[in-house]
């Protein structure tokens, strides 16, 4: 597996050199399953996904190579909707409107045909950027109170940072990792009340499926999330980019606004609603590309206007990116002679399944199924005198942990304390959707039996 | 909660007690509010009587609303309007609407270079590795670019300031670029467009509160980008004029009265400068570049240096200097202690290639606590995006002499600086020519920035409609011609001055077409309000 030399660091993860300051040793070779990316973990992209890339970068190829017809009339559809029948133009700031309309159909499709508009999708360089500018929205900096979005712990690191960057406060509702890591309603009700005086909350954020838990919520719970956010006037941002990684049994992704729609009104026309999706995850993973949307739903108009002066600001997002959203919204169907012959999928169920048993059949380890997501997010149960060496060092455990595991193992992985989990509890958070996965598997074992027995 | 009735008035609509059911709300014809719209507003907070506390005007971040970007304004989205009605079948007075507010040249018909999409097109689907219709030096390019993304991928994220070996090649282009002065590859941050980086920098300099508010100073006129961020980030704008007479050069003593001004009511502690200009074009003279390094130096300000269309210069007598060449030619007096941001892009220059957002910044003395931050920073967006990375690989490190694809790219660079040089003196004559405009020579860069004389009644006529008198101009222009231009108040001018953004970007005898119609138009208009 590759890594990245960069100047006398050797670099691994994002979140372990930038964040924590790791000055590591060269390892003989590093498996970095940090990050929530396919492609690096060795997964190929799509070929039809490429092959109508390269032939929009370089349109000679349309006659010159031997492309199938569906990559053909694809192009040709995408070319024209670029000014100048280039890539290379500057698009509207929400987008080009013929990607505009994909999205809103393929929303529509998702959601069994209720209406999707394409003046309120907003395509960005990855999720990442609409998620900050609906926060740039909602966020006063200058206020007499901060404001708070209500945020999962567990959640990913790059949110809090931008709620941080931004003068936010984090109200944390606990996920109960006891139930699979499931959202309870009566948590956020004692978070918000815990928020009284601190922060002036205007917003709950909730990820699903979940990151770092992979937590699919059920429609019972999402029912009920919208009902508190209505009772409790929350705008709700619901980060869905994982909604195509669903394969635990009986586990079934449906969306905020579909199950928000169906509630019918007053709550489906006046709960305001953010989703948002990428080209990031998925069957596609092209994390690269930076292909991200938002879908805002029953915002009042005028505030619609700001919406769309914040996003000009960027003036717009890459066009890659929004050819791949484009490529994940209308992909080939059945019959089409792009149609993929082999299922990413069944590899991926395969993958999930046995992940968690093999990690709990480590003692000292223990993990929830897998319901989606990107991520295994097992828990550790340090020795006491682990922990203590951890303090002495000046490490989180479970920091400290994840350093002794890069040098002595050559696995890189994400540490629970970056997530947030409940005080005195350890994680580890690592990417299963890699070819490596055996390997990380055995040496993550060989290590921990190790290190158990090295502080018992 | 009580509702201010200031802010209900100023959005249009007449104050409510939201305790009491609502019967009725009144909407004024303001630009933002339809009748249509009033009244899904009307039902959304008749049935939960709580619609308005989630985000709305009242609730929304006030920062936000003090944003404008010009150049994607109103006069844009009317434009764009304008375009679906013609597409519908609407009868106009033209069949087309040519967009010359924005500098995008494949926009309007410049042909991307043909070795940047061979290898960008290889990275993306490497099979055509094997095809051998494409050159041994793109094979070579794409390969190396593969090799330095994860999994040999342009759909893996790559590290947040950028794939590392490209880092290394835009510090060689800088170091032959500026006669051997040694750059790092650790100080080079690639970018989303220059634009991501710019507001990054502005975003790691605006701090304090009250008098010491960071502030920013920036010219006028100005790329609306930089007041949009300022206003964002509740940072000060410290505006300093250029001089229009002096074909809009940079004065010293204009810089030292505006920073004077400004350290009454904030702290300033940015000068940013646009070299070639926008939407000015002018050119900086060495001289002035030597006088802006040493009044920041004497200021103690943090130097940011806007070099988006470095390959852009026309005019002769003009050549483009890097601020970090001349800041490193006037010795470590200054080179040691002046901390600068040079920025650039693959969207402007020769390339043109807007879309792929490609784009990068060097800092020079920059605290490396700082430093930290700022790579803290721009971890939070993730990446750019790779093919604007591998984009941006290519044009600093371009075709040698010996290499295959050589010929080709230079004339096809050649033939694009070149009409661009033809048309900005064509512009600039065709609209001198105008009574009732002057037009600065097109020294640089990608627009003209013509001064315009209106007539009394017509800015009468602006006021009472409650628009710029030059937004005015602008849309009766749209409307009657079909052209869309930005007028000079969304850069900024000095009161009493009007102007408007033309680019010089549409074909040549496109371009004809539309500056012969601006001086028909002009004409009309003249008369129409004399």
Known sequence: MQFIAYSRKTQYSIQLIYIHGFTLKPSKDVIDVSWGDKHRGGVQPLTFVRQVLAACLYPQLVHSYKLPEDVRQRVQSLLGACVGGSVGSYTPSGGISYIQCSVSNFISRRDGGVPSSPENIFMTSGSQRS?????????????????????????????????????????????????????????????????KGVCNPVALYVINPGNPTGHVQSRKCIEEVIRFAAEERLFLMADEVYQESVFGEGCEFVSYKKVLSEMGPPLSHTVKLASFHSASKGFMGECGLRGGYVELVNLDPTVMRYAYTIFSTDICAPVTGQLALELMANPPRPGDPSYPTQSIQAMLVHNMNWVPEVLNNIPGISCQPMMGGAFVFPRLYLPQAATEKAKVVGMQPDLWYCKRLLEEAGVCVGPGCQYGQKEGTHHIRYNPLSLSLATVLKRLKDFHLHFLKEFS | MAVSLIEKYRNGCRPTNPRLPIVHIFCFSQASCSEAKCELQKRNMTENGLGHRVLNMDTMNPNVKRVEYAVRGPIVQRAMQIEKELKEGVKKPFTEVIKANIGDAHAMGQKPITFLRQVVALCAYPDLLEDDKFPEDAKNRARRILQACGGGSIGAYSASPGIEIIRQDVAKYIEKRDGGIPSNPDNIYLSTGASDAIVTMLKLLTSGEGKNRTGVMISIPQYPLYSAALAELAAVQVSYYLDEDKCWSLDVGELRRAVKVAREHCNPRALCIINPGNPTGQVQSRQCIEDVIRFAAEEHLFLMADEVYQDNVYAEGCQFHSFKKVLFEMGPEYSSVVELASFHSTSKCFMGECGFRGGYMEVVNMDPEVKLQLTKLVSVRLCPPIPGQALLDLVVNPPQPDEPSYATFIKERTANLDILAEKAKMTEQVLNTVPGIHCNPVQGAMYTFPRLSLPEKAINAAKEKGQAPDMFYCMKLLEETGICLVPGSGFGQRDGTYHFRMTILPATEKLKVVLKKIREFHKRFTEEFS
């Open chain 1, 131 to 195: 998620i900050m500018h609906v926060l740039k929205l909602l966020v006063h900096n200058q206020a007499s109170l901060p404001t708070g979005v209500l945020t999962a712990v567990p959640t990913y690191s790059s949110f809090k940072m931008m709620l941080q960057r931004l003068g936010a406060a984090i109200v944390p509702y606990y996920l109960d990792e006891e139930q699979g890591w499931a959202m309870e309603v009566e948590e956020l009700r004692r978070a918000l009340q815990a928020s």
